[in-house]
């Protein structure tokens, strides 16, 4: 238990260092666009592929259930309104954290392990400025854009579903999804996502940035960063789900 209290700490005093060293110039904007290119772009084929998959999926098992209580016309409005609530959210922050956050735990781990991080502080540069900052908000930044990328694929694999089976067209597939959607049931659940990717980028760049391990813990960084920024992802999502019931009870229709 000490140890997970000594984490949380570490962890929260690097989110205040890295809070207030981001607002110091000089800003390293391509830095950013760089993070933000491997961590949005290049997560872009598995959010695709997933989000489809997934609306198919749902929507087969939807429409079973719905078609027991007669309610089959219900089917893209309960489609939409369970990806843009929280399917959408959570499962593209997980893949993120999968992804994203391994991949940045190792880079920086093993930039520790070959003291290239060393090389740079040699040089007077603030290597926590150019490698952790960077990645957190690139992070922060990518994450809702996948997150609404994912809810119009995850439609359009419930769309194909529905197809499949009737012959609904795609007027009206939208205009029956989006008929008891309102922004109170879209934006704030996509800008938690903001939330969730600075938090992969915290976590995932601590553990990589401050190992001490040397070789061996390039592969541990990883793979705690993947396990640690998942279950924060979902230990935060329970309190961002109940405040914005709270703040837009709208939401909770």
């Known amino acids: ?5 000594d ?12 809070a207030r060293r981001a607002l110091v110039p000089p800003f390293e904007f391509q830095m950013i666009l760089r993070q933000i290119e491997a961590a949005g ?23 079973t259930t719905l078609v027991q209580f007669g309610a089959e016309s219900e089917m893209p409005a309960v489609q939409s309104l369970a990806f843009f609530n929280e399917i959408g959210p959570l499962l593209a922050g997980l893949l993120m954290a999968g992804r994203v956050g391994a991949g940045i735990g ?17 040089l ?13 908000i690139a992070c922060s930044i990518a994450l809702p854009v996948l997150t609404v990328i994912m809810d119009v694929v995850g439609l359009a694999g419930g769309y194909l579903a529905e197809r499949a089976t009737s012959d609904l067209s795609v007027q009206l ?3 029956r999804a989006f008929h008891d959607v309102s922004w109170a049931a879209f934006v704030p659940p996509t800008l938690k996502t903001a939330i969730f990717g600075a ?11 401050t190992t001490d391990e040397g070789a061996e813990g390039v ?26 019931f709270f703040l837009f009870p709208e939401t909770a229709i």
């Open 124 to 136: 007077s540069i603030d290597s926590f400025k150019m490698l952790v900052i960077p990645r957190i």
């Open 199 to 209: 938090v992969i980028g915290l976590i995932s760049s601590y553990l990589g940035y």
């Open 219 to 244: 592969g541990r960084a990883a793979t705690n960063s993947v396990v640690l920024s998942s279950l924060a992802i979902i230990l935060i999502d329970v309190v961002l789900v109940k405040a914005i």
């Open 106 to 122: 190792a880079e920086l781990a093993n930039m520790r392990a070959t003291e290239q991080i060393d090389a740079i502080e040699v």
């Open 173 to 175: 597939y939208i205009s």
């Open 7 to 18: 984490f949380i700490g570490n962890v929260g005093l690097f989110a205040l260092r890295a």
């Open 1 to 5: 238990m000490r140890r997970y209290l």
């Open 41 to 63: 772009w290049k997560s872009l084929p598995l959010v695709l592929s997933s989000g489809f998959a997934l609306g198919l999926v749902l929507a087969f098992h939807t429409r």
